[in-house]
């Protein structure tokens, strides 16, 4: 099984802390409809960055952390939204880059900080431009020169908004840099403990299921539709180009229902409205060469159909670009260590969101905030060493029908338990009537509780193994078991033709292996042993055949090898 590599476990580690405080400091924000909450929020991050460069100093950390928090800041069932995942990622290389050319000194912090808050500003007016075209860009300038003849102002009322909010990003990346070098610099010899405030919610996850059926080809169309609603403007009749414009809309919600999310929103209706009456205005009062209305609405109707279809197209390519395949081609590029860091950020991102402080502690006392997350940084790091260095075994009793592989097992589970060593899993009990094997439950090894699993009895409803036919009930106690108990020794009894077809325990075997925080030993049929060594890539320690009743000394040579 690949190896995460300790940069990225780090990367994982910030990148989890920052998309914390994004999700739950940002929903707060945005709620509130805090002034300069992006500022807030960007600040924030590049705190968690440069405090813990004093501590990490590899190189990288930054755009790692940054594609980490990205991802989880956006993670959903069915889309990629672009909007945070860009600027996320683009504030990370940003301060990644500085980094690069001035070196970790502080000229080269604080250059980069002012950058990547900076980007703000820039990423705002390019994605007005780009959604409704130049002709903001006329609405704009227009506007602020009425503004500077109407109250006689005596410089360029144009550019004075846009650079005064260059100086209030630039003054909140100075600021940050600087909490940013002063919390590092203390928490460089700092060991405050980390106090875990999470309680593991054992209730079902709120993601969905992702059932979508994704398409290469639609994702090609997506993008064709997209590039040709810009190039046809102005070059086809304007009425044809609404009439495909509508035409593309109407797919695109039949096929994405988060494009029709974006269609029902009133905001972007309101944003309409009004775009749509301040175009006219300028066209028709303030423009030195004045429009008629029509052709002043006309304009206004064009950019926010031109808006529209952006919007919902970057929403309908992040749908497609959540496509398995995708995913799954980046895995093997040379982001191919990502999923498993990515894999790591969701096992941490609900500790550290319990353990996020609201945002007046963050701002009473932006020093101990960064202890806190540093202290919790250290302590994922520690806890994900100690999993690296685990090294699963894995162990197979075979023979056959009824050679005593499930009694080899009983006795072995007794001998761990005797010896307090934790054991889990699952084996099964025959169920014999008048000498004739009718069935089987599930026994879970925690609980020393059986289920129903197979019976000669059923219904058509019901999926067959032989003869037998299978109960859910059994089944899904059993992966539950599998899946959800932490233990030292996980042992599966029977594993076969059902898993060699990906039903029964599969995804369990599956997740132990990859997982690999338990030995594990499995029951297999002597027909099936070689299939399931393909089947699961394993390379197992020993398989012993008990064929002859050769189960003496089976614990023992377990022990050697795990100690």
């Known amino acids: 099984m690949q190896q995460l590599s300790e940069k990225w476990i780090k990367a994982s580690i ?22 300069f909450s992006g500022n807030i ?4 991050g590049i705190i968690i960055l440069i405090s813990a460069s004093y501590k990490w100093k590899e190189n990288g950390l930054f755009w790692r952390a940054g594609i980490i928090c990205a991802l989880l800041k956006t993670l959903s069932p069915s889309a990629v939204i672009f909007g945070p995942f860009v600027a996320i990622i683009s504030e990370a290389l940003l301060l990644e880059l500085s980094v690069r050319l001035l070196g970790r000194t502080i000229p080269g912090l604080i250059i980069g900080s002012i950058l990547a808050m900076s ?25 602020m020169e009425y503004a500077e003849q109407q109250f006689g102002l005596q410089f360029d009322a144009v550019w004075t908004p846009l650079f005064l909010l260059l100086i209030i990003q630039i003054l909140f990346g100075l600021v940050s840099a600087l909490i940013g070098i002063r919390s590092g610099k203390k928490t460089i010899n700092s060991n405050i403990p980390f106090q875990n405030s999470y309680k593991k919610d054992k209730t079902k996850s709120t993601l969905k299921n992702n059932n979508f059926a994704h398409s290469i080809n639609w994702l090609i169309v997506n993008i064709f539709f997209m590039i040709g609603s810009l190039v046809l403007i102005g070059r086809i009749n304007f009425a044809i180009w609404v009439a495909l414009e509508i035409l593309i ?5 039949l096929r994405y229902k988060r494009a029709l999310r974006q269609l029902v929103r009133p905001r972007i209706w309101i944003y309409f409205i009004v775009i749509t009456m301040i175009t006219a205005f300028v066209f028709t009062r303030v423009q030195s060469e004045s429009k008629t209305m029509m052709d002043a609405l006309l304009i206004g109707v064009e950019m926010n159909l031109r808006a529209m279809i952006m919007i919902m197209g970057f929403s309908v390519l992040g749908t497609e670009l959540y496509n398995p395949k995708i995913r799954d081609f980046f895995a093997r590029s040379y982001f191919k260590q990502l999923p498993l860091a990515l894999q790591l950020s969701l096992e941490s991102l609900p500790i550290m969101i319990a353990n996020t402080p609201d945002l007046k502690t963050i701002v009473k006392n932006p020093t101990l905030f960064v202890h806190q997350i540093m202290s919790f940084a250290d302590f994922r790091l520690n806890e994900i060493k100690g999993k690296a260095n685990f090294k699963q075994k894995i162990f197979i009793i075979t023979g056959g029908i009824g050679s005593g592989k499930t009694l080899c097992i009983k006795n072995t589970i007794k001998k ?33 509780k059986s289920k129903i699993f197979l019976r000669q009895k059923g219904d058509s409803s019901q999926q067959k193994i032989g003869k037998f036919y299978i109960f859910n009930e059994g089944l899904n106690t059993g992966n539950d078991e599998l899946q959800n108990t932490k233990s030292q ?38 027909e099936f042993v070689s299939q399931i ?31």
């Open 489 to 526: 020794i996980k042992i599966i009894d029977e594993i076969g033709r059902l898993e060699l077809s990906e039903n029964g325990w599969h995804n369990s075997v599956k997740q132990i292996i990859e997982n690999s925080d338990s030995h594990l030993i499995l029951s297999v049929r002597e």
């Open 416 to 448: 761990f338990q005797q010896e307090k060593i934790s054991v889990s899993g699952v084996y099964s009990s025959r169920i014999i009537d008048n000498n004739i094997t009718t069935g089987y439950d599930i026994v879970t090894i925690s609980t020393n």
């Open 249 to 253: 809309a109407i797919v695109w919600a």
């Open 119 to 143: 980007w703000n500003l820039f990423y705002k007016v390019f994605k007005l431009i780009f959604y409704y075209g130049n002709n903001i860009i006329d609405v704009y300038t227009n506007l």
């Open 533 to 563: 060594i393909e089947k699961f890539e394993i390379e197992p320690m020993f398989v012993l055949n008990v064929s002859n009743g050769n189960c003496e000394g089976f614990y023992e040579r377990i022990m050697t090898v795990t100690n």
């Open 14 to 35: 910030l990148g989890t802390i920052w998309a914390s405080s994004e999700i739950v400091l940002g929903s707060f924000l945005h709620n509130l409809r805090v002034p």
């Open 41 to 44: 929020l960007t600040a924030i």
